[in-house]
């Protein structure tokens, strides 16, 4: 079965801290995985996109991973600040022959606090 | 990017009425997608919207529940028909601008209350 599980549920940081946050993921045929910041009442925004043969790609202070072998992501989150209070969700497409088809996992909601 | 507006951004309503939701791009996309978001649920696909057709549901999804209709390739609406209180949800568009792009861009979301 196609599934994305992610961790923690959520997550209480000190502004300034770093944090990391854990996706795994049981999709296939693997296309790319995707992680998107949700912010309370808002619509996902894209913050990186990394195909099969990526290992890391950083957007800012963001900084995603990915071993596809053991089939697992991780997003870095360094010096965070309170704008970085948010749901997180990682996404994983697969090809289906006429079309990719996205998994969701549920989110880590983050909150940074003083 | 693509710029995506839906409306309304929030509604309640009463139990068995219908409501329609309006989601409006500001460019010409490839695809357009529609989610749910239960509360504290990932998203689900409902359907796929296709420009002069019948749209493409996923499995648990009805036209006749979520009648979707995409006249252009800017614009697609989606009612959710015969409400009750299990259909409280957000409700996101969501599209794909070119063909074999990667970048799915989401719009910001329709808060949907069932009394």
């Known amino acids: 079965k196609n599934q994305v599980e992610q961790s923690p549920q959520s997550l209480i940081i000190l502004e300034g801290k770093n944090c990391t946050l854990q996706?795994?993921?049981?999709?296939?045929?693997?296309?790319?995985l995707r992680w998107y910041k949700q912010d309370t009442g808002r619509g996902p925004v894209s913050l990186t996109i990394?195909?099969?043969?990526?290992n890391t790609k950083s957007n800012g202070r963001y900084t995603a991973t990915l071993d596809a072998d053991t089939k697992q992501s991780s997003l870095h989150i360094t010096a965070s600040q309170l704008s970085d209070s948010a749901s997180y969700i990682c996404?994983?497409?697969?090809?289906?022959?006429?079309?990719?088809?996205?998994?969701f996992g549920t989110g880590t909601r983050l909150q940074v606090t003083l | 990017s693509a710029v995506i507006s839906q409306k309304p951004s929030r509604d309640i309503c009463q139990r068995g009425t219908s409501l329609t939701i309006q989601c409006q791009v500001d460019s010409q996309v490839t695809m357009m997608f529609w989610y749910r978001q239960q509360p504290g649920q990932s998203l689900t696909l409902i359907a796929t919207a296709n420009q002069g057709s019948e749209a493409t549901y996923e499995s648990g999804f009805v036209i006749d529940k979520f009648p979707i209709s995409r006249p252009n390739l800017t614009f697609s609406t989606l009612t959710v028909s015969n409400m009750s209180p299990e259909d409280s949800s957000i409700y996101l568009c969501?599209?794909?601008?070119?063909?074999?792009?990667?970048?799915?861009?989401f719009g910001p979301g329709t808060r949907l209350t069932v009394l």
């Open positions: 990394m195909t099969f043969s990526e």
């Open positions: 969501s599209v794909v601008k070119y063909k074999g792009s990667n970048e799915q861009f």
């Open positions: 996404v994983v497409s697969r090809n289906t022959g006429t079309a990719s088809k996205l998994t």
């Open positions: 996706c795994n993921y049981t999709v296939s045929p693997f296309s790319n």
